[in-house]
């Protein structure tokens, strides 16, 4: 997988993590919270394979090396579900942890 490909990845991540665990403080809804993180990572990652086909046509070119390499174009669309299901156990590990302090 490119490096730049792999940096996009886990800058969605993150800005999504941050986005619903403060999303989750505020109105205390996980499943607004995983709405908006699955909002945030489909319109994060749309403009990164609009950006990275129109500027670096090099890194969709499907090749047979890797796992994750030859999906091309797809490897955005692949990631779109598994960081909402990491957003959804982190904040659901945070749910957790609120209950058991409130104890």
């Known amino acids: 997988m490119n490096t730049i490909i792999l940096v996009t990845l ?3 991540l993150l800005v999504s993590t941050i986005t ?3 999303i989750f403080k505020l109105k205390s809804n996980k499943w607004l919270s995983v ?3 699955w909002v945030i990572n489909t319109v ?3 403009i990164a394979t609009v950006l990275f ?3 670096d046509v090099q890194a ?3 090749q047979t090396d890797g796992v994750f390499s030859s ?3 797809l490897v955005f669309a692949f990631f779109i579900p598994v960081l909402t299901l990491i957003n959804f156990y ?9 209950k058991k302090m409130s104890y």
């Open 35 to 37: 709405l908006t993180a």
């Open 10 to 12: 886990l800058v969605t």
């Open 90 to 98: 982190t904040l659901e590990f945070l749910r957790y942890q609120y």
């Open 20 to 22: 619903g665990r403060w």
């Open 60 to 62: 969709f070119h499907k």
């Open 44 to 46: 994060i990652l749309l």
């Open 71 to 73: 999906l091309g174009v």
């Open 53 to 55: 086909c129109k500027f």
